[in-house]
Structure formats: structure tokens, C-alpha cells
């Protein structure tokens, strides 16, 4: 399994970003796809995630604002970040539930910084 996020940047308050996650390994259209964040001297945040239904769930932080997508054919998930705020740097990573043993599989991140 192999994740590897991209899109990553500076941005100034109130800009947008998007963020890709390429996916190999497995079979991606099946898979739910999650996005989490760590903020410097926070805890991991789960902020977003798409099933393979593409019903999606948000946390209230990022409601509104955030939108996740996939796109199966490319074995792709994207997070389109509006309205940034400050609050919102942080390594995101992208990440697969994994059953044996039971956890995630990560990407290695990418680095969003909001500040003007």
C-alpha cells in the first residue's frame, strides 16, 4: 500500500488549496479514504472522509469549507480546502483503515501553512 499526498503549501487567510492523494497497493474503489491533520503541539485531528459509496463525513471544524472527492479511475482522493484560516496549518496526511493488524496505512503528509 503506498499513499502519497500533494498540494500542499502557503496560503494566505481566506485562499484555497487542494489537496491529492495517489493511491496504489490496492483496490482503491472500494476502500473508504480518510484525511487527518497535526497541527504543531496538537494531537491528530480527523477532518474528512469518503466511503466507497462516496457518502462522506466532516468533522465540525472543517464543515462548510472542506470537500472530499475521489476519482476511481485515477485511484485518487482530493480534499478542495476554502476559506482558509490560520488555524487550519498543519502536516495533513491521507490514510486507509487497515485490518491486519488493525489501523491506518499513511501517507508521508504535506505541509499547509495559513498565514499572511
Known amino acids: 500500500v503506498q499513499l502519497v499526498e500533494s498540494g500542499g503549501g502557503l496560503v494566505q487567510p481566506g485562499g484555497s488549496l487542494t489537496l491529492s492523494c495517489a493511491a496504489s497497493?490496492?483496490?482503491?474503489?472500494?476502500?473508504?479514504m480518510s484525511w487527518a491533520r497535526q497541527a504543531p503541539g496538537k494531537g491528530l485531528e480527523w477532518i474528512s472522509r469518503?466511503?466507497?459509496?462516496?457518502?462522506?463525513y466532516y468533522a465540525d471544524s472543517v464543515k462548510g469549507r472542506f470537500t472530499i472527492s475521489r476519482d476511481n479511475a485515477k485511484n485518487t482522493v482530493y480534499l478542495q480546502m476554502n476559506s482558509l484560516k490560520p488555524e487550519d496549518t498543519a502536516v495533513y496526511y491521507c490514510?486507509?483503515?487497515?485490518?491486519?493488524?488493525?489501523?491506518?496505512?499513511w501517507g508521508q503528509g504535506t505541509q499547509v501553512t495559513v498565514s499572511s
Open positions: 490514510a486507509r483503515r487497515r485490518a491486519n493488524p488493525l489501523g491506518y496505512y
Open positions: 469518503i466511503y466507497r459509496n462516496g457518502s462522506t
Open positions: 497497493g490496492f483496490i482503491f474503489n472500494i476502500s473508504a
